[in-house]
Nanobody
Framework: QVQPVESGGGSVQAGGSLRLSCVVS????????VSWYRQAPGKEREFVSSIIGGRPYYADSVKGRFTISQDNARNRLDLQLTSLQPEDTAMYYC?????????????WGQGTQVTVSS
């Protein structure tokens, strides 16, 4: 299973928390960047957070509320979501690049839904 599999989404009230996980198996990973993106209905997919070369980066909209972490031994990428707001409602996707046809390419999961009610 080279495609990442996300889990942990759900429905919460504003102010609540969730922990998303992304797991990928196989040995075709490449590059030094792993990421979380999200897409709300009717909107384009947007950046949420990345780890690049071991350092975390966040979109301004989630800075201070979300925390990204990586467990390389388990090929797992997590995203802790706290102080959730209705505007955080979206499908959340992880991207863990893999080698395809000799090139390092994006490798997206199917997504996990996060719904925040006011």
């Amino acid at each position: 299973q080279v495609q990442p599999v996300e889990s942990g989404g759900g429905s919460v009230q504003a102010g609540g928390s969730l922990r998303l996980s992304c797991v990928v198996s196989g040995d075709r990973r490449c590059g030094s960047r792993v990421s979380w993106y999200r897409q709300a209905p009717g909107k384009e997919r947007e950046f949420v957070s990345s780890i690049i070369g071991g350092r975390p980066y966040y979109a301004d909209s989630v800075k201070g509320r979300f925390t990204i972490s990586q467990d390389n031994a388990r090929n797992r990428l997590d995203l802790q979501l706290t102080s959730l707001q209705p505007e955080d409602t979206a499908m959340y996707y992880c991207n863990i690049p893999k080698i395809t046809d000799g090139r390092c390419s994006d490798n997206w999961g199917q997504g996990t839904q996060v719904t925040v009610s006011s």
